[in-house]
């Protein structure tokens, strides 16, 4: 059985969704962040790192989001989520599960670290370090982020999927980093990635995922 070490609010929530949409059987053996928003110590005894999501599966223990969709894709997917192998949709969607957490998600984070950052620094320096911040995320985050979201609305393309006709792993990979941006930007100028938002949040499986994770803001 197919165990799913799960975080509260977090990019986890994702791998709930792909094996509802398979039917895989599994289990969910939930942790909660910290006050401080980190993940609970007790995750590292699971893997060394501490992070989610983690999959076990008997004696082996998978990390990375990506990782584990292709590992539950290899062993459960027969075929479904991913387009024919060697097309054009084929390559989008293995793009995809790799740019979810290898470019999309970066400059995210590091918007929520410079919001974080003048919010712990000592009363005295927190105008200097919010004028700071402010600065950087104005420079350099912002411009890099409205960049991805052009290129996620033009991705959407004519199918409202990032490849292809219908929806694939790619879709659920790249669910959460338009669900994060969508609550800083919203997409009133970007219809297409509104509509997939709605859409995928529809989804019965999806449903029945966010049921077995628990509380989700991103939904």
């Not at 950087?136 to 393309?157: I, N, T, Y």
């Not at 990032?162 to 997409?187: L, N, W």
């Amino acid at each position: 059985m197919i165990t799913i070490h799960h975080l509260n609010n977090s990019r986890s929530q994702r791998i709930l969704w792909l094996l509802e949409e398979l039917g895989v059987p599994y289990e969910v053996k939930r942790y909660e962040r910290t006050r401080d928003l980190q993940a609970p110590k007790e995750l590292k005894a699971v893997h060394r790192l501490g992070k989610s999501p983690v999959l076990t599966d008997g004696e082996r223990t998978v990390a990375e989001t990506g990782a584990i969709v292709e590992y539950i894709l290899a062993g459960h997917g027969d075929g479904r989520l991913m387009p024919p192998p060697g097309t054009d949709d084929y390559w989008a969607a293995r793009q995809f599960l790799h740019y979810a957490e290898g470019s999309a998600m970066p400059p995210l984070f590091l918007m929520l670290v410079l919001q974080m950052i003048p919010d712990r620094a000592p009363f005295f320096a927190k105008p200097i370090l919010k004028a700071s911040m402010q600065k950087v995320d104005a420079l350099l985050v912002r411009p890099q982020l409205a960049l991805h979201l052009d290129h996620w609305e033009a991705s959407l393309g004519e199918t409202g999927w990032f490849a292809g006709p219908e929806m694939t792993a790619a879709d659920i990979m790249m669910s959460f980093p338009v669900e994060a941006a969508a609550q800083r930007f919203g997409y009133e100028d970007r219809p297409k990635l509104r509509d997939f938002l709605l859409r995928i949040h529809e989804r019965p499986a999806y449903r029945r995922g966010l049921r077995r994770g628990g509380p989700y803001a991103y939904a």
